[in-house]
């Protein structure tokens, strides 16, 4: 099995990636942190909560930063709702977060098992960031860094920016500077993965968890965003799904930096595919096995319905 951190501002498709971790019978979830980003800080950590109890999931979950590291903080609720699930209602958590502060979770889990661990990014990465500047040996120690966000052609937020990487540019500058290779699974992927109504007939018989959780999750999605007749776009959960199982994925070398200043593109990813392979830092995914993909998040979240708790 592959140990996966996952780093996380649930949101709807956070929540699917989620389960698609649980169920996966190829990954250990060593742990969950929360950072502020579709929603608040507060809600995405009772998300997480909640998610975690609802799946039965027994990592710890760990509190991370409310606010980009120099910006205001931007959220996407009118994208998620107000509260990050949009028409999902689950029950109040009861287990307790970890004592620990999320950037502190995240260097020591990776300082305990050093090479074993996939760190995945699918929010803003202010925890990330912040955790490289405490610990700079987590370059060193993580299996391999996977992020959602970003995208070399297009933006969601605005023309040129994905949300996560323009909810806090300053700190997914300071993610992609690391001595490390990111793989960035962005929007030109993701938009890929959409959960269109063939997708949505797979999930027909899962019980509680089609019926309380993914019809409603995908329902409020598919209405607060215009995607026409392909569905929505399921993005978090292509990330989790690149750990499982990396040949489903054809990545392309490339330098990304993290435009900061731009006037009508700040947030902004430039990858330069033609950049010499000394200056590439990144592994950039361009497309992907959507049928193979489609039988793994499928696979899982049949396991998931089976062992949901009462």
């Not at 190829?26 to 950590?45: F, K, S, W």
């Not at 803003?124 to 860094?145: C, D, G, H």
Request: contains cysteine; hydrophobic residues 40%; glycine residues 10%.
């Amino acid at each position: 099995m592959k140990k996966i951190l996952i780093d996380c501002d649930p949101g709807i498709d956070d929540a699917l990636a989620l389960a698609l971790a649980h169920g996966s019978p190829e990954l250990d979830v060593v742990g969950v942190t929360t950072v502020g980003g579709n929603v608040e800080l507060e809600h995405t950590t009772d998300n997480a909560l909640r998610l975690h109890d609802y799946y039965g999931m027994d990592a710890p979950v760990a509190r991370g930063a409310g606010r980009p590291l120099v910006r205001e903080p931007r959220t996407a609720g009118d994208v998620h709702g107000n509260t990050g699930l949009g028409g999902v209602v689950l029950p109040e958590p009861k287990s307790e977060l970890s004592g620990r502060h999320a950037v502190d979770f995240i260097i020591d889990t990776l300082a305990a098992a050093p090479g074993e661990i996939s760190l995945v990014a699918v929010g803003p990465l202010t925890n990330i960031a912040l955790a490289l500047r405490k610990e700079p040996r987590i370059t060193e120690w993580v299996r391999e860094f996977v992020i959602m966000g970003g995208s070399y052609t297009r933006g969601n937020t605005n023309p040129a920016a994905e949300f996560n990487i323009l909810a806090d540019p300053e700190g997914a500058a300071v993610a992609f500077n690391a001595p490390w290779r990111t793989v960035m699974i962005g929007l030109d992927l993701t938009y890929q993965a959409r959960a269109n109504a063939a997708v949505r007939e797979r999930f027909a018989g899962l019980g509680r968890l089609e019926s309380e959780l993914i019809t409603p999750c995908l329902d409020f999605y598919g209405s607060h965003i215009s995607y026409q007749d392909e569905g929505p776009a399921i993005h978090d959960a292509c990330a989790v799904a690149y750990v499982i199982d990396p040949g489903l994925f054809e990545t392309v070398p490339a330098r990304v930096d993290v435009e900061t200043q731009g006037r009508f593109t700040s947030g902004m990813t430039v990858t330069d595919f033609r950049a010499p392979a000394d200056v590439h830092n990144a592994d950039v995914a361009t497309t992907f096995d959507s049928e193979g993909f489609w039988n793994l998040v499928t696979d899982a979240y049949r396991n998931v319905a089976a062992g949901l708790p009462d």
